[in-house]
């Protein structure tokens, strides 16, 4: 029998399996879609942008350097296209480590997966879908479409925003549509982009560029859902004069590298992240707007609390779906993940309109941040994800 069953092998509950196999702990990992299919390029046109704290999560699981094209973030800069307010951030402000980096999802995907297979203690059930889970008794109980049936001490739900194992547990979630569409495609361009990560708040949304390797950038372009349609519809050069439009000069002579894909925007909040033996982790537990390229990177904080609690209890042979370990894991991540939805959703309302007096008051904010350097600090070291109640997994020290 398995200690853990983890539903959902996607960029959190893959990290999750290998955090508890590493701890010794026998772990079931079931997705409903195979592992062959989530490495094709035409799933996920994402990047995600790694924040330092994620990257020593990744190193203390030996994931990191088997990760192709880890593309160091050295500069932000965050401005306002209209009024031209902005605010820059140079790594060297903040310490010797670049912000973060910039990683295809397949390529991440594709590391992870690499480090599942050297476990033994890791079995995976892909493609199979859960049917029902039952979590009344002293077991939590799974069965999968093939007539499998797992059973473990503790269930982890890491089956994305849409989860529909959240919902079998009972737990509801609250859902804010934004009425946004992000728009994401990956140019080739002329010029070397120098690290630079650029975010550009236009009426719309906001307009991401973020630096990839080989000269290459992910452009995440974040517009009103029937603006949005219309951009997918265009031919190669007029999407390119869009872009452009958008991007500025900087890159030289651009190019479509890739297809072009979109993500319908919602925040999504479950209204608790435990049941009984049961916990939500990353999305399941909540999926927050991309404008500040965050939605993995607390997921993978909740994959290094609730590791940290359960091999502790694993450790002194206690019960490891105990209401008191969910109930730590709970009051834990709680402050970390309100508030980061809280941000993310305030920063869309802020700077996604045309209102006079709010233009005032984000362009007050943007240049007072950047002329005081504590200030700047601040910020930077929580876009590295190194403030609050760091679990050992990010510790640099554990790796
Ligand atoms: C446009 C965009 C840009 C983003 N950029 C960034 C960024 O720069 N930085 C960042 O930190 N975050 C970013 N994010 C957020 C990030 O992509 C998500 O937070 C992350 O993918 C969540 O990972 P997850 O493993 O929780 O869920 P998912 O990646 O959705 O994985 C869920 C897994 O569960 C499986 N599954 C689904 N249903 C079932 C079922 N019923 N049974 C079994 N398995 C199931 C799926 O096949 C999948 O493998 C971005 C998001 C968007 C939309």
Same mark, same amino acid.
């Given at each position: ?20 196999? &590493? ?31 994620? @990257? ?19 500069? $932000?800069?965050?401005?306002?296209? *209209? ?10 402000? #903040? ?38 889970? =039952? =979590? ?22 890491? *089956? ?39 975010? @550009? ?6 307009? #991401? ?20 349609? &219309? ?40 209204? &608790? ?7 939500? $982790? ?18 993978? &904080? ?12 694993? @450790? ?9 370990? +969910?109930? *730590? ?28 007096? +709010?233009?005032?008051?984000? *362009? ?36």
């Amino acid at each position: 029998m398995q200690d853990v069953v983890i539903i959902g092998s996607g960029l959190v509950g893959s990290a999750m399996a290998i955090a508890l196999a &590493r701890g010794g702990l026998r772990v079931a990992l079931i997705d409903a879609a195979s592992q062959n299919a989530r490495l094709e390029s035409a799933y996920d046109g994402r990047t995600a942008a790694i924040a330092y704290g994620s @990257r020593c999560v990744l190193e203390a699981l030996e994931v990191w350097p088997d990760i192709a094209h880890a593309e160091p973030i050295d500069d $932000i800069r965050v401005c306002d296209q *209209d009024t031209g307010a902005y605010v820059h951030y140079h790594y060297k402000d #903040a310490g010797e480590e670049p912000f973060g980096h910039i990683i295809e999802n397949r390529h991440l995907r594709q590391a992870l997966y690499g480090q599942l297979a050297r476990y033994d203690a890791i079995t995976l059930h892909a493609p199979a879908k859960v049917t029902a889970v =039952n =979590n009344d008794g002293a077991l939590a109980q799974v069965t999968l479409d093939n007539g499998t049936q797992l059973k473990a001490p503790l269930l982890l739900v890491a *089956d994305g925003k849409m989860s529909a194992t959240r919902d079998m547990l009972g737990i509801k979630a609250n859902i804010s549509e934004y009425g946004q569409t992000a728009i994401v495609c990956t140019i080739a361009h002329s010029a070397p982009h120098h690290g630079l990560a650029v975010e @550009r708040f236009l009426p719309a949304g906001p307009f #991401a560029l973020l630096p990839m390797s080989e000269q290459r950038t992910n452009i995440v372009w974040t517009e009103r859902d029937a603006v949005a349609q &219309r951009m997918l519809q265009l031919d190669e050069t007029a999407l390119l004069q869009e872009i452009r439009k958008r991007a500025g000069e900087h890159l030289g002579e651009l190019s479509l590298a890739g297809p072009r894909f979109a993500y319908p925007l919602k925040l999504i909040r479950a209204e &608790r992240s435990i049941a009984p033996r049961a916990a939500l $982790i990353g999305d399941a537990a909540h999926a927050i707007h991309p404008i500040a390229g965050q939605g993995v990177n607390l997921g993978y &904080r909740d994959v290094a609390a609730i590791a940290e609690l359960i091999l502790a209890r694993a @450790r002194l042979g206690l019960d490891i779906g105990a209401d008191a370990l +969910l109930n *730590d894991y709970a009051r834990w991540r709680r402050f970390d993940v309100a508030s980061m939805a809280a941000a993310t959703h305030g920063l869309n309302l802020l700077f996604s309109n045309d209102i006079l007096p +709010l233009r005032l008051l984000r *362009d007050a904010g943007l240049n007072g941040v950047n002329q005081v350097m504590p200030l700047k600090q601040f910020f930077m070291r929580h876009a590295m994800g190194m403030v609050g109640d760091l679990p050992t997994l990010m510790q640099k020290e554990a790796s």
